[in-house]
């Protein structure tokens, strides 16, 4: 798979050469992280009081600057995917008999999915952006990885037929779904799509999490098997497995709150208040909803 060594036991120089590059960018990354993260909350503040708010409702004790390692990362990210990078995976053998995914936007997404798409059949719901440009180029990473790419509305019907075909559905469950059902997150009631919950119910398919992170500028994604209890009642399952989902995000974002994308507005049009089907209180100490370790940060 890779370069032959020559008789001296080194690596041919193109090699050499390719590593040194790589090296090279991931010791200049921080730098350019920095200087994208200071443009965008001095001269290009897009969404920056909204991810401010945002940030400062879920941890008033940080400080918002952080953010700016949020949107740094995030643009290095595609810089670095356009560049042929890729993420480690870890655990990517759990996938190989398909399932149900939940995922979520890490500052390095694209990057996570790709790398996990180019090792097992992936199918997921994407909502393009509504940048054509990075439309065309987003959709064409995607697919040149062999990820399968459903519209976000009246795909479930595809979803199970791909389940079916021993694909794993990917469920991004982080982001507000104006008709979804209403629980805790971060404390606070945010509406959520039902619809994963749903297939596992129906399918009783075994459920993993996935979640990526930058290591010293090395690109990350662990999977875990979720052994998450799946009541009878359907109503029941559905509500208990939707609030699961967002305490698996939940947790995760608490060892490393720069890594997710505040910048969406999550929380918009929930009710006031939501009872929390799972009778606990956020635990706020970073543990995994299955007891093991969460990601560490940087």
Not at 153 to 172: E, I, P, T, W
Not at 198 to 215: L, Y
Not at 232 to 257: C, G, K
């Amino acid at each position: 798979m890779g370069g032959h060594a020559s008789a001296e036991g080194k690596p041919p120089a193109a090699t050499r050469a390719a590593a040194g590059q790589g090296m090279a960018t991931r010791r200049g990354a921080p730098v350019m992280t920095r200087l994208i993260g200071w443009l965008w909350w001095l001269l290009l503040p897009i969404r920056k009081h909204l991810a401010v708010a945002n940030y400062r409702q879920a941890f008033p004790d940080r400080d918002p600057g952080e953010l700016r390692r949020t949107v740094g990362e995030m643009v290095m990210a595609y810089v670095h995917l356009l560049l042929g990078r890729r993420a480690v995976v870890e655990g990517v053998e759990l996938l190989s008999g398909g399932g149900i995914i939940v995922a979520g936007h890490g500052t390095n997404w694209d990057i996570a999915l790709i790398s996990v798409g180019e090792q097992v059949p992936l199918t997921i719901f994407v909502k393009p952006p509504s940048n054509r440009l990075a439309a065309w180029a987003i959709e064409r990473w995607r697919r040149a990885a062999g990820v399968e790419l459903l519209p976000p509305h009246g795909s479930m019907a595809a979803a199970y037929d791909a389940l079916d075909r021993g694909r794993c559905v990917v469920f991004v469950q982080d982001q507000r779904h104006n008709k979804g059902i209403a629980v805790p997150f971060f404390g606070r009631p945010a509406l959520t799509s039902p619809a994963m919950a749903a297939m596992i119910w129906r399918t009783r398919r075994p459920v993993f999490g996935t979640w990526q992170w930058c290591d010293r500028g090395r690109y990350r994604v662990r999977v875990e098997r979720l052994p998450w209890p799946v009541p009878d009642d359907r109503d029941e399952a559905i509500v208990e497995l939707t609030a699961r989902s967002q305490r698996f995000y939940e947790d995760r974002i608490r060892t490393a709150p720069h890594g997710w994308l505040w910048l969406h507005d999550r929380w918009k049009n929930a009710p006031p208040h939501c009872e929390d089907p799972l009778g606990e209180d956020p635990r706020g100490d970073g543990a995994s909803s299955t007891g093991a370790p969460a990601p560490p940060a940087d």
